[in-house]
Every structure is written in C-alpha cells, then in structure tokens.
C-alpha cells in the first residue's frame, strides 16, 4: 500500500467516525421503526457502518453519508422482516396449520408495513429513540449508558471511561437493559399527553442532567471536570429541544446547560486544579453560551405554566451569568428562586444550596443556621459538600481552627483528587490563620 492510499483510508475512516457520531442516532431510530427492537436495530446500524467501512475507501466518501447509512441499514432491516415473514409461512406449512384469516392478514402485511415504515418521519423517530432509551423501567446507569450508547454515538470503551468503569461493565449495563426493554414489552413509539408523558419525559431530563454533571463536576478521578460528557448531554438536550419545542422544561434544561458550560474555562487553572465560582476570571466566561442560554430561558418562560425545577435552576445560573463581578450577584434573587427550587422538589442538597445563598444575602451566620440544621440528615451523611460549606462560613465567620477540621473532612470524602487538593489547601490556609 502507497503512502497515499494509506492516508485516504486514513481519511475515509476519520470521516466514518464523524459521521457516524452525528448520524448513528437517526440510523438507529430509523431502523428501530421497522424492527420494533433496539438490539436489532443497533446490530443493522452496526452492519451499516462496516459495509461504510468496506467500501468508503475505495468509492469515496458519498455526498450524503448520512443517507447512505440509513439507506444501507434500512434494507437490511426490510430485508429482515421478509426472511421473518418466508420463515413464518414455512413453520404454517410445514405444521400444515390453518390459520384464522386475521391472522393471515397480520403476518401478510409485516413487510407493507416494513415498507411504509421505511419512509417515516426521521424527528419522530429520534424522539421515540429518546423515551425508549431513557424509559423509567431501566436502573439509572443503565439509562445513562444505553443514551450515550445510542444517541451520544460513544463506544462501550469510550463510556466506560468517562465514568471510570470497566468496559465489562458498561457492556452489561448495554445489553441488560436491551433485555430489560424487551422483556417489558416497552413500545418504541413517544407516549400521549398526560401523566405517562411527564414521568416519561422527567426521566428523559434526567439523562441528560445527569450526564452534564458529571462532565461538570467528576465524582471521582483524577479530573476536576471531563468536557465531553458536558458537550455530549448539550447535543443530546438541543436536540430534545428542537424535537418537543412545546415542553418548557426542555428548554429550562437547555438554559441550564448552556449557561453552566460557559464557565469551563474558567473553572480549571493551569495545571488543573479547580477554581472556585467566587475566584474565576468572568471574561473568560463564553458569551456564546450565555445568550444561547438566555434565549432558552425566555423560550421556557413564554411557554404556559409554572416553571419547573430546570427552569428555576436556569434562572439562578442567569444571576451569576449577568453579575460582571461576584460583588454584583444579585444574591437576595437567588435566595427567593431557591426557596422556590425546594417547594418544587425538596431535598437536603438543595437546602444546602440554599444556605449557601442565604448566608450570600443576608450574612454567613444566617447560613450557617441553616447548614447545622441539616447536619443529622441521612441523605448527607457521607455528602461531601456539607463539610465543605460549613467550612466556608466558619472561615468567613473567623472561626478557623473549625473551618480547617471541617475541610479536612471533606477532603477525606471526596473521591475527586483535584477537589481533596483544593479542600487540603483549604484546610491548610484555614490552620495558618488560626
């Protein structure tokens, strides 16, 4: 092989991969249609891609690659259902049964409907892919796992690495929830309005967020944060965004991931090492993100109802965005919208986090009140952000001596390595002013 036949395949499969990380999602989704099964229907996406792999080399990269691929994967997929359909007929002769004209009529039109089925709507198709993929019936991880590995296009290996697990793992994550999804009989199809709809779609959201935040802030490892878990649940969430523009609290989601992706560059200094909100450069915040976000805040405010958990988030994440110095914070606001947040969904996080903004509005003894209220919770027990605040309001109060054993408390229930060093230096900065 030349030099430059090296290099095509080179390019032909750095092509392969982009589009089939943009494009895999609609494949699969397509071909999920006709096959009604989404192990099927990922095994002929799967299929798709290597005959891509065989022949892009030597043919060239075509026009339309997407199209090439949900082509290619929907043959098969019709293909498929006419060798189920051969297969039927034979097992009816071969046991020389007569079947009811209804049912007759029911196997007759499985490849018609393959046919009609192949010709659908594409956004329909993402969307059902979405309530399937993130369905309440799957365990957390496995919803997780299964939407990355489905609509974020990533590989088992690269899953398995931004959650720091093994790829074994992920693997039977994947395949148990496949199992899971077939076994209860769960329908590809996108459920009618009503309360099925809003448990539905609040699992939904809850991918996404989740995803998001541990791209945001890693449990554990030894990266304070992990941007393509972020950049991942953005696509996935504008994406939802332009599939169900009617939902606010789509677009409260949205708001909320692009106003808090706009300070990762800021959030890590030259070697790494986390910076605090209070302590970023603001002009490295990226503006971008700021007015997509805000612009997805006013479409979520303009839809009917209240506004939801995502929506109040958002409007928090606005109060800082809009401050050009921590001093300009409009921290009485974000007080009122946390009051709001725990009427929505009450939690001891998030009265922590309203302690944080109580004592940012109306003086650190105020918080700290607040912050030994919940000290008995169970939810927070091993929760290392307790700590963490009630060390930064002893320190702001002088008490350092207990400052400095509340950080080292929470270092020691980190399993981030930036954040225990940032929670050590804490800890020792705390002790030197003591």
């Not at 192990?39 to 891509?52: M, T, Y």
């Not at 939904?204 to 989740?210: D, G, K």
């Not at 605090?276 to 405010?301: H, K, P, V």
């Amino acid at each position: 092989m030349t030099g430059s036949d090296s290099r095509g395949d080179q390019d032909a499969r750095r092509a392969i991969d982009a589009v089939w990380r943009i494009e895999s999602a609609r494949v699969i989704a397509g071909v999920a249609r006709i096959v009604r099964d989404l192990g099927i229907a990922e095994e002929l996406a799967q299929d798709a891609l290597v005959a891509a792999l065989e022949q892009w080399p030597e043919s060239g990269v075509p026009d339309n690659p997407g199209a090439w691929l949900m082509a290619t994967a929907k043959h098969r997929a019709i293909d498929l259902v006419r060798r189920k359909e051969r297969y039927a007929r034979k097992l009816e002769e071969l046991g020389h049964q007569l079947e009811s004209q209804e049912s007759r009529q029911s196997h007759g039109s499985d490849f018609a409907a393959a046919e009609a089925a192949a010709d659908g709507d594409i956004e329909d198709d993402l969307l059902r892919l979405v309530f399937t993929a993130c369905h309440p019936v799957l365990a957390t991880e496995a919803r997780v796992a299964l939407t990355l590995r489905l609509l974020g296009g990533l590989t088992t290996a690269e899953i398995a690495r931004a959650f720091l697990v093994g790829e074994p793992t992920v693997a039977q994550r994947i395949v148990r929830a496949k199992k899971t999804l077939a076994k209860a009989g769960v329908r590809f199809e996108v459920p009618e309005e009503g309360a099925e709809r809003r448990e539905r779609l609040a699992s939904v959201l809850e991918v996404i967020y989740l995803v998001f935040n541990e791209g945001y802030s890693a449990t554990a490892g030894d990266d304070w944060m992990r941007p393509g878990l972020c950049e991942d649940a953005l696509r996935l969430g504008r994406v939802l965004a332009g599939l169900m523009p009617r939902e606010p609290e789509v677009h409260g989601l949205v708001a909320l991931l692009e106003i808090q992706a706009s300070r990762a560059a800021a959030r890590t200094g030259p070697s790494g090492e986390p910076v605090l909100l209070t302590d970023q450069d603001r002009r490295r915040w990226d503006q971008l993100l700021i007015r997509r976000g805000f612009a997805a805040l006013a479409r979520a405010d303009a839809l009917p109802g209240r506004p939801g958990p995502y929506a109040v988030q958002a409007a928090i994440a606005a109060c800082h965005a809009r401050a050009f110095t921590p001093d300009d914070t409009d921290w009485p606001r974000i007080a009122e919208l946390y009051d709001a947040l725990a009427r929505l969904v009450p939690s001891p996080v998030v009265e922590l986090n309203r302690a944080v903004a109580v004592a940012m509005a109306h003086g650190p003894e105020q918080g700290l009140k607040l912050v030994d209220a919940l000290g008995d919770e169970p939810a927070l027990r091993r929760y290392h952000l307790l700590p963490t605040v009630r060390g930064d309001l002893l320190a702001r109060l002088g008490r350092h001596a207990e400052a400095r054993t509340e950080f080292v408390r929470a270092a020691a229930l980190t399993r981030n390595e930036r954040e225990r060093g940032l929670l050590l230096a804490r800890a020792a900065e705390a002790g030197r002013n003591s």
